[in-house]
Nanobody, 119 residues
Framework: QVQLVESGGGLVQAGGSLRLSCEAS????????MGWYRQAPGKQRELVAK???????NYASSVKGRFTISRDNAKNTVYLQMNSLKPEDTGVYYC?????????????WGQGTQVTVSS
């Protein structure tokens, strides 16, 4: 059984910062790409940022320069540092990991953590 557990969400004023963490646990060989997605009320889930195992990163244009994704492979953990937050960053943030186990790669999702940015 593989689990991804997010933490670090909350309520913050516009211009503030939050740091999200997501730790993977269970039995697996390694995690390849990891990423953060978000879903605002009434909208589809969208990619926020992704990072490869070799730490190549990719960001949504709306968060470039404000958010930073990083990972610790030894801890099977991915982080999202969010600075200069805006009300439009509000949503449920989900962690995603491509888990390599038994010669196949399977995407896993966390349960989500709420981020609310007040104006």
């Amino acid at each position: 059984q593989v689990q991804l557990v997010e933490s670090g969400g909350g309520l913050v004023q516009a211009g503030g910062s939050l740091r999200l963490s997501c730790e993977a646990s269970g039995s697996f060989a390694r995690i390849n790409d990891m990423g953060w997605y978000r879903q605002a009320p009434g909208k589809q889930r969208e990619l926020v940022a992704k990072i490869s195992r070799e730490t190549v990163t990719n960001y949504a244009s709306s968060v470039k320069g404000r958010f930073t994704i990083s990972r610790d492979n030894a801890k099977n953990t991915v982080y999202l540092q969010m600075n200069s937050l805006k009300p439009e960053d509000t949503g449920v943030y989900y962690c995603n990991g491509d888990v390599f186990k038994l010669f196949r790669t399977t995407p896993y999702w966390g349960q989500g953590t709420q981020v609310t940015v007040s104006s």
